[in-house]
């Protein structure tokens, strides 16, 4: 479990409140292989295939952006992929809870973070049937004092707009938020937001992959309150 001393947790500025914004899948759930088997198994039903490569480059995204691209211009209807959508979620649903994969040290870092005075949302462009399993199974709804999910927006990543919606939510200005993200669109989504990035390099992804990020970590486990409040004051000051 991660720890922190007194000075490490109140070593953040205290005039003003600090908040970190969480992507959902794969930063609190390691929901990789759900949603890539979820996903294939959909492409599979249209006969038209899904690569491992294909879904990792649009990792990141609304649902129903990923299906508009792939197969949605000039082979489905808008109420056909919004079917389309609620059948492939409703699948990831079903191969994660078998076994739900939480992220190491989420939840930890989740109780530290809130310990310390931090606000804290989830920003994932999944619905909020999907984020609130992964809160659920998590213990983490009394942590949590922000859900903002793909039903809040209207642009997915490297859109920012999750980003800014969640901070508008919270009540904390953009350049006083962390953004702890996975994908490639999403490190660029908190860059546009003007948060500091932090990327966790999860299955599917490299450090190169996720180097626009102002932190690249490789475990949860490596955060903590004070280093997250000394990337967020790098920036201001």
Same mark, same amino acid.
């Given at each position: 479990?991660?720890t922190?001393?007194?000075?490490?947790?109140?070593?953040?500025?205290?005039d003003?409140?600090?908040?970190?914004?969480?992507?959902?899948?794969?930063?609190?759930?390691?929901?990789?292989?759900a949603?890539?088997?979820?996903?294939?198994f959909?492409?599979?039903?249209?006969?038209?295939?899904?690569?491992?490569?294909?879904?990792?480059?649009?990792?990141?995204?609304?649902? +129903?952006?990923i299906?508009?691209?792939?197969?949605?211009?000039?082979?489905?209807?808008?109420?056909?992929?919004?079917?389309?959508?609620?059948?492939?979620?409703a699948?990831?649903?079903?191969?994660?809870?078998q076994?739900?994969?939480?992220?190491?040290?989420?939840?930890?870092?989740?109780?530290?973070?809130?310990?310390?005075?931090? +606000?804290?949302?989830?920003?994932s462009?999944g619905?909020?049937?999907?984020?609130?399993?992964?809160?659920?199974r998590?213990?983490?709804? +009394?942590?949590?004092?922000v859900?903002?999910?793909?039903?809040?927006?209207?642009?997915?990543?490297?859109?920012?707009?999750?980003?800014?919606?969640?901070?508008?939510?919270?009540?904390?200005?953009?350049?006083?938020?962390?953004?702890?993200?996975?994908?490639?669109?999403?490190?660029?989504?908190?860059?546009?937001?003007?948060?500091?990035?932090?990327?966790?390099?999860?299955?599917?992804?490299?450090?190169?992959?996720?180097?626009?990020?102002?932190?690249?970590?490789?475990?949860?486990r490596?955060?903590?309150?004070? +280093?997250?409040?000394?990337?967020?004051?790098?920036?201001?000051?």
């Amino acid at each position: 479990m991660t720890t922190n001393s007194p000075t490490e947790v109140h070593s953040r500025p205290t005039d003003r409140p600090l908040a970190v914004i969480f992507d959902m899948d794969g930063v609190l759930v390691d929901s990789y292989r759900a949603h890539l088997q979820s996903w294939q198994f959909m492409a599979d039903e249209l006969g038209k295939g899904l690569t491992e490569a294909q879904f990792v480059a649009t990792f990141g995204r609304t649902s +129903r952006e990923i299906i508009a691209e792939h197969w949605g211009a000039d082979f489905l209807t808008r109420e056909e992929i919004a079917d389309f959508d609620r059948r492939k979620e409703a699948l990831y649903r079903q191969l994660v809870i078998q076994d739900f994969p939480v992220m190491d040290g989420a939840i930890e870092l989740i109780g530290d973070l809130h310990a310390a005075g931090f +606000r804290l949302a989830v920003g994932s462009s999944g619905p909020p049937e999907n984020v609130a399993l992964a809160v659920e199974r998590l213990d983490a709804a +009394r942590f949590f004092d922000v859900l903002v999910t793909g039903k809040d927006v209207h642009r997915g990543k490297p859109d920012p707009q999750v980003f800014l919606v969640a901070a508008e939510r919270l009540g904390v200005p953009p350049a006083d938020c962390a953004v702890v993200e996975d994908a490639p669109v999403g490190i660029l989504a908190a860059n546009a937001a003007k948060m500091a990035s932090i990327a966790l390099v999860s299955t599917g992804h490299t450090p190169e992959s996720v180097s626009d990020a102002r932190l690249v970590v490789r475990t949860l486990r490596e955060l903590s309150p004070a +280093r997250i409040a000394a990337l967020i004051g790098s920036r201001i000051h």
